[in-house]
């Protein structure tokens, strides 16, 4: 079992940064990939960044260039810098863990963190 809490949501003006963080349970973290994804009223969760165990990443079309996900493994941590802010950031961030084994998955999920971005 894994439990994930985010912080370092906020209100910031467009053109501003903010950097989430996501602290993890569990004395296994570096082997979990990963992930941010966010979610608006209406909308499907859809995924921000993700972060191997290997530190390999990927992000979605919509923030490459402007946001950086990153780990710290000594600190159960996965972080995600966000820069150059736009309105259409606006969401609530979701942190995910994801242990992929041969024939399963085990995903986790923290509550999530509201993130305003005003124009």
């Known amino acids: 079992q ?37 979610q608006t009223p209406g909308k499907q969760r859809e995924l921000v ?8 990443t990927n992000y979605a079309d919509s923030v490459k260039g402007r946001f950086t996900i990153s780990r710290d493994n000594a600190k159960n941590t996965v972080y995600l810098r966000m820069d150059s ?15 992929i084994r041969i024939g ?7 509550q999530g963190t509201q993130v305003t971005i005003s124009s």
Do not use: H
């Open 104 to 110: 399963s998955v085990s995903t986790y999920w923290g």
């Open 85 to 99: 802010l736009k309105p259409e950031d606006t969401a609530v961030y979701y942190c995910n863990a994801a242990l």
């Open 2 to 38: 894994v439990q994930l809490v985010e912080s370092g949501g906020g209100l910031v003006q467009a053109g501003g940064s903010l950097r989430l963080s996501c602290a993890a349970s569990g004395s296994i973290f570096s082997r979990y990939t990963m992930g941010w994804y966010r």
């Open 49 to 56: 960044a993700t972060i191997t165990s290997g530190s390999n």
